[in-house]
C-alpha cells in the first residue's frame, strides 16, 4: 500500500467517526456536539477531496 492510499484511509476514518460523533450527540441530546460534528464532517471531507484530487494530478493514485 502507497502512501497515498494510506492517507485517503486516514481521511476516511475521519470522516466515519465524525459520522459516529454525530449520532452519539443526537443520543445524549447535546445539539452543539451535533452542529460541530456536522462542521467537522464537511471540513473532513473537503479536505479529503482536495487531497484526493492532488494525489490524482500527481500520478500517486
Known amino acids: ?6 492517507v485517503m ?3 476516511a ?3 466515519i467517526l ?3 460523533s454525530i449520532g452519539y ?3 445524549i441530546a447535546n445539539v452543539w456536539g451535533a452542529i460541530l460534528a ?3 464532517l ?3 471531507f473537503f479536505t479529503g477531496f482536495m487531497m ?3 494525489f490524482r494530478e500527481s500520478g500517486l493514485l
Open 25 to 27: 450527540a443526537i443520543a
Open 1 to 6: 500500500m502507497n502512501l497515498a492510499k494510506l
Open 13 to 15: 476514518l475521519a470522516a
Open 18 to 20: 465524525s459520522m459516529v
Open 38 to 40: 456536522v462542521i467537522a
Open 52 to 54: 484526493k484530487r492532488k
Open 9 to 11: 484511509f486516514i481521511f
Open 42 to 44: 464537511v471540513v473532513v
